[in-house]
């Protein structure tokens, strides 16, 4: 497993950087199975409830193109508010899953809210203690606003999202872990 996960988010005006850099007891096989296990994204990532992948190709040797749909909501505090992503999504020798939003839909807000979403999970091996893998998986994401919010409140939001997200993520990796059995393949290859 992880310590507590620990998210960096600095701002400038209406845009948000943030890192987040995690520590994982796994091998590197079932780490990139459970981030690029779309279907199953459901089951134990918080504020989404469904995950599809609508294409999928192959690029060059060892990619892939993938475009993902989400549904879900995103809350802070007592605000929670439905949405609808459809995201480009870049695979990298099994090492790299790029995601950039091409639409994000949030509820009554609907295309005016998000300007800019991009994800990139990227995986190297982490020294192993007592012969156990490890594995260090970094994120990295920029979200840019259409509007600006109030000082405080932005930055606290993209941090407590993208903590629970991660958190929830070092969990499953953690179950998947130690069940000793790969990834569900759950979502892998669904083109609906």
């Known amino acids: ?24 007891a796994a091998d590197e096989q079932t780490v990139w199975e459970t981030i690029t296990d779309y279907g199953a994204l459901p089951s134990f990532m918080p504020g989404i409830r469904a995950c599809r992948v609508i294409e999928r190709k192959a690029v060059g040797k060892d990619g892939e193109r993938l475009v ?7 809350r802070f505090l007592l605000f929670a508010q439905d949405m609808l992503v459809r995201l480009d ?34 995986i190297a091996p982490a020294p192993s203690r007592r012969g156990a893998p490890r594995v260090q998986l970094r994120y990295t994401a920029v979200i840019g606003l259409h509007m600006t919010p109030p000082p405080a409140i932005g930055n606290v939001a993209v941090r407590h999202n993208l903590a629970a997200q991660l958190e929830a993520v070092a969990g499953e990796i953690a179950r998947r872990t130690a069940a000793g059995a790969p990834a569900a393949k759950s979502g892998r290859r669904s083109t609906r």
């Not at 497993?1 to 994982?24: I, P, Q, S, Y």
């Open 1 to 24: 497993m992880t310590d507590a996960v620990k998210v960096e988010v600095r701002r400038t005006g209406r845009r948000f950087d943030a890192e987040a850099v995690l520590d994982l």
């Open 68 to 74: 993902v749909e989400q549904e879900g909501e995103f």
């Open 89 to 122: 999504i870049e695979h990298q020798r099994q090492r790299v899953a790029d995601a950039r939003a091409v639409s994000f839909d949030l509820g009554i807000l609907k295309r005016r809210a998000i300007e800019v979403f991009e994800g990139r999970y990227e």
